[in-house]
């Protein structure tokens, strides 16, 4: 018999095998076991932070303004869209009574503009008058108005422009409080989201329980 039938023929004792079939079951086991202590422990971590499906429905949004300058703007997200922040300068402001014959709505009166919030039916659509809070997306089609800031004649804009926003879609203009020019495919002014004052620096955007 040569060494090969010899290894061929020998068979491992009945307790060796039993202990091979036991591990395999204890480390089936185990995983398992893993698995579903994994399970479990998921909901419980992910109770700490807001779900995604709770900040598509609307979770408010809470935003430092301290660092934001007078001319500058800051866009954050809310409810999938972005919410421009914009600290007007004296200028800006005062433009806002010199094109008020040009608006199609320049005091929020529109049916369609009962949604504004009561504390935004004013000439700058704001709590305060040098923060705008507004929803960046043109009310035509849903496209994203660019700004324009600078005052005067230029490309799509008329020559006796105050500054504000055109939308570069279907050419929809917009003053520094978010108005709609007449005669422009946008029906109504830009959303203006409910939100409040939590301290001097501190915004929330998505409530608005204390205004």
């Known amino acids: 018999m040569t060494q090969a039938s010899v290894k061929s023929s020998v068979v491992a004792p009945p307790g060796a095998a039993v202990d091979h079939q036991k591990r395999n079951w204890i480390v089936a086991t185990c995983a398992v076991g893993g ?99 507004a929803v960046g997306i043109c009310t035509h089609l849903g496209c994203s108005p660019v700004d324009k800031f600078q005052p005067g004649a230029q490309p799509s804009v008329p020559d006796d422009w105050h500054g504000g926003f055109l939308c570069p879609c279907h050419g929809s203009t917009f003053d520094m409080a978010g108005r709609v020019y007449k005669n422009k495919p946008a029906p109504d002014n830009l959303e203006v989201p409910p939100h409040m004052y939590l301290s001097e620096t501190r915004l929330l955007i998505g409530e608005d329980k204390k205004a």
């Open 35 to 133: 698995a579903g202590v994994a399970a479990v422990a998921v909901p419980f971590v992910s109770t700490f932070q807001p779900s995604e499906r709770a900040k598509a429905a609307g979770a408010a949004v809470e935003v430092d303004i301290s660092a934001i300058k007078p001319g500058e703007k800051l866009t954050v997200e809310w409810r999938g869209k972005p919410v421009w922040i914009f600290r007007r300068t004296p200028e800006q402001l005062d433009a806002l009574t010199k094109a008020e014959d040009q608006l199609a709505d320049p005091k929020s009166e529109r049916k369609q503009s009962e949604l504004t919030p009561v504390y935004a039916r004013n000439i700058n659509r704001s709590i305060k008058p040098e923060v705008m809070v």
